[in-house]
């Protein structure tokens, strides 16, 4: 499963942003990374409660059609140059397998098996316009994951590989926000997150490694990991946002066949 590049503006920040200014898309068009949004916003002054509240609907409306647009972008690549890796879709079973540790024995730096496998999974991710992938979403059942939060290429000092990762503590403040997954394809819905966690890992080189991570890459990092955990977004949706998605989940389910595991 991959998390969908998408814009993270929570409906807190849209309440923040009518306080202050009126904010509008002059244009935006989309890029091999992404959708560019231009913003002009002007203050606001002797506004009354009905004008306000008109603006918030105005801002809410044209972030959601912005965050169905992104989600579009991402693509199904198939085949990629490099690799033979392939994204799973729900229900594939190894989706809902349990993963195995990596020994440290075997991280022994780049030429590695588990060091060309990061390198693969980055290609996949690249190809599909992603921010993070887990080692589970190819077919492989080990608690690896990637993810670089910026999800362009070009910036490749922000990629990050990490081996049996353990989130050690989790903020009690959270957050919601829109999370999409290629292995959810033309889907996705609003979920809590903790807004900062503390993580233990391995490197590459079977270094360890203690980290705290806060905002967007804190939710990245626990979007990959719960894949590591058996865990897809849709478990982490409210009632109501399950009841909007099930009918393209019993699509999917349609489409795989048997054996799967939903």
Known sequence: MQLSRIFRISSSAALCAVARTTTTASAFAPSPNGMQLKLQARPLSNTTPT???????????????LLSTAREEEVDPGAVEGTSLRILKYPHPSLR????????????????PTSQLAKEMFLLMYATNG??????QVGVNKRLLVYN??????????EVVMVNP?????????????EGCLSFPEMGGD????????????NLKG????KKFTGWEARVFQHEYDHLESVVYIDRLSEEGRKE????LDELIEEFGEGGVP
């Open 51 to 65: 004008q306000s509240s008109s603006l918030l609907s105005s801002i809410r409306s044209q972030l959601t059609s």
């Open 207 to 210: 270094k360890k490694m203690k």
């Open 166 to 178: 353990k989130i050690v503590e989790y903020s009690t403040a959270t957050d919601v926000e829109t």
């Open 191 to 202: 979920v809590t997150r903790s807004k900062w966690i503390k993580v233990e890992a391995y």
């Open 131 to 136: 921010v993070g992938l887990a080692a589970p």
């Open 97 to 112: 397998a349990p993963n195995a540790e990596i020994p440290l024995e075997e991280l022994t730096g780049p030429g590695c």
């Open 149 to 158: 939060e910026s999800g362009d290429k070009r910036k490749w000092m922000q």
């Open 245 to 248: 998605v099930q009918p393209r």
